[in-house]
């Protein structure tokens, strides 16, 4: 059987969840037995989002094999068996950088270099090396339609249909059928608009997914499919819930998995469209027995996607204890201005995640000096690791001045400094210690006792490392050093073991966790947080 491809656009307003509608129908083929994979076109000319400003693109995931990537494979990764690598992203940056390459080689014999076929064929290229081993490939195209940025991508995926077969193509259109209080009706207008722009390019959507706060009915679904020229079982309602995970089995209440395996002719592998261990899940999501409450302590808290990943391994973490994590998000820089304890004394527990920069930092120490003196559970991650080897030296070894040579270049205590072969780099897009590296963990351990193994592997992303020069003066005032890389060359965990739980990894163990696997480090520390929220 050829390889199949679904190719979802969204239209009227952005932020409508292409990403969440992409992994979800990636949860459904799976429950029918279809092996899948993602690819996510984003039309901005960076080539990837590494040096884009958590305040512009939200949190930048990062691959197994060290891709900065758009968050949006975070998604995929937390729906599905999928696992992703550098080819599942592809940004305008990367086609164009990739085209300039071939020409500069003379690769096109003279041609002129134009956006339709090059482009566009290089496109297409992204698409179908991704065909190998798969059944279907879920394609999403970052953008609105009618913006100008996303017209090669959708001009490519136009053509697609005729390269592969109009029977291998599917083309689903996310829209917005919004509730107009004051009419006391929902409007089907902007998803008219949406799709006769969509159409003008050519492309005629197979399904239609409808965001919107309530299901829609018999009636206003045949209107949008008499208006869009759309089978009306083929227009879905996206309704808005309580948590992502509800939205594959609101999509397979409305049938949405059925109309896509009819549409592309595809034939279920099991018997069963089994997603009975999903809707477990979900139901002990939202009917937890207990509850605690966790503070991050931040720097980029007023856009709350910067912290994607992390948001959901805590939730993750709050399943395996079949408890509810209420998140309370502080700036790092209102703990500077008001101190710790005006801000941390409800906390059972404390995070510190990670960042660049020296704003906010004072805060995120203060916050870590609280957690070790009050016996409040601790979790540091990258940036959250390094202010707490900072505090510790600080205040128990008494190395007042410490600090990162990232902040203060002339610290005459760098126990934070820059990685040996980060000292001659100049670029800053894709040279940071990126993906996965082994580490070694000492029995007995917090770690230890959270992954039960003593070799693991976990995704980077960062330039500066814990300073060997400080381990042994560090290791004698009662810091442990519990996860290091292979040889003992790099600190990838410090531990502060008379502590009830303290654990800070240079590593981001966020993007390693899902719902139906748990991240053993997030378990631990929601686990520590209820222990002592029940004292």
Known sequence: MPTKYIFITGGVVSSLGKGLASASIGCLLESRGFKVTFLKFDPYLNIDPGTMSPFQHGEVYVTRDGAETDL??????????ARLTQANNVTTGRIYLSVINKERRGEYLGKTIQVVPHITDEIKQSALKLSTGVDVVIAEIGGTIGDIESMPFLEAIRQFKYDVGRQNVLYVHVTLVPYIAAAGELKTKPTQHSVKELMQIGIQPDILLCRTDRFLSKEIKSKISLFCNVKEKAVITAKDVDNIYQVPLVFRKEGLDGIIVELLGLKSKVNK??????????????????????????????LQDSYKSLGEALTHGGLANQSKVNLKWIDAEDIEKDGAKAHLLSADGILVPGGFGNRGIEGKIAAIRYARENNTPFLGICLGMHCAAIEFAR????????????????????????????????DKGGTMRLGEYPCNLKKNSFAYKAYKKVKIGERHRHRYEFNNDY????????????GLSPGDKLVEIIEAPEHPWFVACQFHPEFKSNIRNPHPIFKDFVAAGLAAAKK
Request: charged content about 25%; aromatic content about 8%; glycine content about 4%.
């Open 273 to 302: 469209n089994d997603l009975r261990e999903w809707e477990d899940l979900v139901n002990r999501l939202t009917n937890p027995k207990y509850s605690v409450n966790i503070v991050i302590v931040g720097k980029y808290i007023d």
């Open 395 to 426: 205040n128990v070894c008494g190395l007042i001045k410490a600090n990162s040579s990232e902040f203060d270049k002339d610290t005459p205590h760098p126990v934070i400094a820059l990685l040996p072969d980060q000292k001659d780099i100049e």
């Open 72 to 81: 949006d494979l975070g998604h995929y990764e937390l729906f599905t068996n």
């Open 471 to 482: 381990r042994k003066q560090l290791s004698d005032a009662g810091l442990s050093f519990s």
